[in-house]
């Protein structure tokens, strides 16, 4: 079973920077994608980025694009996702989660809805 567990998560100022980190253990999946989501407070979980090993594509919701970074350690089993330039508008929680099959588009925006198996998330709070 897929275990994620995420970290990194606090309290910065608008324009400050945090890195987000993912353990992830218990796939072996060879075709996969996997990324970071978030959910704000009244608001639907979205994808933030992702990441797919069937082409090596990275995608990033347009709000992110040029803030944030996605990099994964495939032999440590990690993902990492790191955020400068935050915004107010960045405050969630933000969770890891991977799936099989997907290109990263596809999962960002629409695979990971069909998802069960989530992580505890880690709560990011940017200040104005």
């Known amino acids: 079973e897929v275990h994620l567990v995420e970290s990194g998560g606090g309290l910065v100022q608008a324009g400050g920077s945090l890195r987000l980190s993912c353990a992830v253990s218990g796939f072996t999946f060879e075709d996969y994608a996997i990324g970071w989501f978030r959910q704000a407070p009244g608001k639907e979980r979205e994808g933030v980025s992702c990441?797919?090993?069937?082409?090596?594509?990275?995608y990033y919701e347009h709000s992110v694009e040029g803030r944030f970074t996605i990099s994964s350690d495939n032999h440590k089993n990690t993902v990492h996702l790191q955020m400068n330039s935050l915004k107010p508008e960045d405050t969630a929680v933000y969770y890891c989660?991977?799936?099989?099959?997907?290109?990263?588009?596809?999962?960002?925006?629409?695979?990971?809805?069909?998802?069960?198996?989530w992580g505890q998330g880690t709560l990011v709070t940017v200040s104005s």
């Open positions: 990441i797919s090993s069937r082409d090596s594509s990275i």
């Open positions: 989660a991977v799936d099989r099959g997907y290109n990263s588009g596809s999962f960002c925006i629409l695979g990971y809805k069909n998802l069960e198996v």
